[in-house]
T-cell receptor, first 110, second 113 residues
Framework: KQEVTQIPAALSVPEGENLVLNCSFT??????LQWFRQDPGKGLTSLLL?????REQTSGRLNASLDKSSGRSTLYIAASQPGDSATYLC?????????FGPGTRLSVLP | DTAVSQTPKYLVTQMGNDKSIKCEQN?????MYWYKQDSKKFLKIMFS???????INETVPNRFSPKSPDKAHLNLHINSLELGDSAVYFC????????????FGPGTRLTVT
């Protein structure tokens, strides 16, 4: 059974800091991992999809890495801004479905 | 140009009623999903539907049934609503299967009183 965890559960940082969010999964036989953000009362917005053949994927100030052998992915956010405040979730495929982590709630203080 | 849309956005109903939530995607995707997000914000898949093949999460009560009139739509029907069904329900879609990026709808907040 695939289980996904995320650390930390919540994070509060001052504006401008670089930060790292962590995602761990128990079954390393995955072929991709997706990072999402969810704003309060809203749906999920896809940030990055990283394939198992890739080690990193970048979009603007976001960089996601994937280490299948250790069952980990990290999402690096550079120069954080108040607009980055949201919950960040990772998800991996399992069978014909997806398993989501519980999310990291990020607050970036002005 | 909404990619994945859901209606209604809010749904308040009484226990025992039957209700439906509609989902439409205009991305040309082959696979659609329904998720439930409970009060603790944990997101769990309920169904995936790909080319008339339905994959059901074994924990989902049979009071819940997805219905797909065509590839662009996957509606969720819920019979005999219970208090524990109160949650936010999200529809999502992707190209065929789990190898591709998922796109989510805005969610439907269901409250059962």
């Amino acid at each position: 059974k695939q289980e996904v965890t995320q650390i930390p559960a919540a994070l509060s940082v001052p504006e401008g800091e670089n930060l790292v969010l962590n995602c761990s999964f128990t079954d390393s036989a995955i072929y991709n991992l997706q990072w999402f953000r969810q704003d309060p009362g809203k749906g999920l917005t896809s940030l990055l999809l990283i394939q198992s053949s890739q080690r990193e994927q970048t979009s603007g100030r976001l960089n996601a890495s994937l280490d299948k052998s250790s069952g980990r992915s990290t999402l690096y956010i550079a120069a954080s801004q108040p607009g980055d405040s949201a919950t960040y979730l990772c998800a991996v495929p399992y069978g014909q479905n997806f398993v989501f982590g519980p999310g990291t709630r990020l607050s970036v203080l002005p | 140009d909404t990619a994945v849309s859901q209606t209604p956005k809010y749904l308040v109903t009484q226990m025992g009623n039957d209700k439906s939530i509609k989902c439409e995607q205009n991305l040309g995707h082959d696979t659609m999903y329904w998720y439930k997000q409970d009060s603790k914000k944990f997101l769990k898949i309920m169904f995936s539907y790909n080319n008339k093949e339905l994959i059901i999460n074994e924990t989902v009560p049979n009071r819940f049934s997805p219905k797909s009139p065509d590839k662009a739509h996957l509606n969720l029907h819920i019979n005999s609503l219970e208090l524990g069904d109160s949650a936010v329900y999200f529809c999502a879609s992707s190209r065929a299967g789990t190898a591709y990026e998922q796109y989510f709808g805005p969610g439907t907040r269901l409250t059962v009183t």
